[in-house]
T-cell receptor, first 112, second 116 residues
Framework: KQEVTQIPAALSVPEGENLVLNCSFT??????LQWFRQDPGKGLTSLLL?????REQTSGRLNASLDKSSGRSTLYIAASQPGDSATYLCAVRLSWGNMLTFGGGTRLMVKP | NAGVTQTPKFQVLKTGQSMTLQCAQD?????MSWYRQDPGMGLRLIHYSVGAGITDQGEVPNGYNVSRSTTEDFPHRLLSAAPSQTSVYFC???????????????FGEGSWLTVV
């Protein structure tokens, strides 16, 4: 059974700091990995999706990397802003058609 | 293009009552699913569907029922509500094809359910 772990569970940083969120998974035979953002009381918004054949994806200040062999992904946020405060979740899909397995999320607070 | 629409947003039920959470998507996605989100446990898959007429169980299916008579709709029914079913429920969909979409999964806004 695929298990996904996110560390840390919560993180508080001052504005402007670069930060890294970690995601690890137990089964390396994944189809893709996706990072989501969730604001309080809201649904999930997809940030970045990395296919199993890719090493990283970038969108603006966000960069996500994938190392399948070690079962790890990182989400790098550059020059953090208070508007980045949210919960960030990673999720993996094992094979075509299977649904996602989620990590518990990292709750990020960026202080002005 | 509305994306994934869930209703109701909030609901309070008494133990033993039944209700249906509605989910509709207008993106012609084959795959639809229902998750529940509980504090400290992330999202857990309840049921999913790979197309109209096909449904299957996820990680935590007990106490729930689903049907998929059309591509657009994936209603989710609580058969006899219990306090343990107090949670936030999310419907999600994605396309099984389309390289440009990257198979990104789209979520509804969530349904907050309290069982008393």
């Amino acid at each position: 059974k695929q298990e996904v772990t996110q560390i840390p569970a919560a993180l508080s940083v001052p504005e402007g700091e670069n930060l890294v969120l970690n995601c690890s998974f137990t089964d390396s035979a994944i189809y893709n990995l996706q990072w989501f953002r969730q604001d309080p009381g809201k649904g999930l918004t997809s940030l970045l999706l990395i296919q199993s054949s890719q090493r990283e994806q970038t969108s603006g200040r966000l960069n996500a990397s994938l190392d399948k062999s070690s079962g790890r992904s990182t989400l790098y946020i550059a020059a953090s802003q208070p508007g980045d405060s949210a919960t960030y979740l990673c999720a993996v899909r094992l094979s075509w058609g299977n649904m996602l397995t989620f990590g518990g999320g990292t709750r990020l607070m960026v202080k002005p | 293009n509305a994306g994934v629409t869930q209703t109701p947003k909030f609901q309070v039920l008494k133990t033993g009552q039944s209700m249906t959470l509605q989910c509709a998507q207008d993106m012609n996605h084959e795959y639809m699913s229902w998750y529940r989100q509980d504090p400290g446990m992330g999202l857990r898959l309840i049921h999913y569907s790979v197309g109209a007429g096909i449904t299957d169980q996820g990680e935590v299916p007990n106490g729930y029922n689903v049907s998929r008579s059309t591509t657009e709709d994936f209603p989710h029914r609580l058969l006899s509500a219990a306090p343990s079913q107090t949670s936030v429920y999310f419907c999600a969909s994605f396309s099984g094809t389309g390289l440009l979409s990257g198979n990104t999964i789209y979520f509804g806004e969530g349904s907050w359910l309290t069982v008393v």
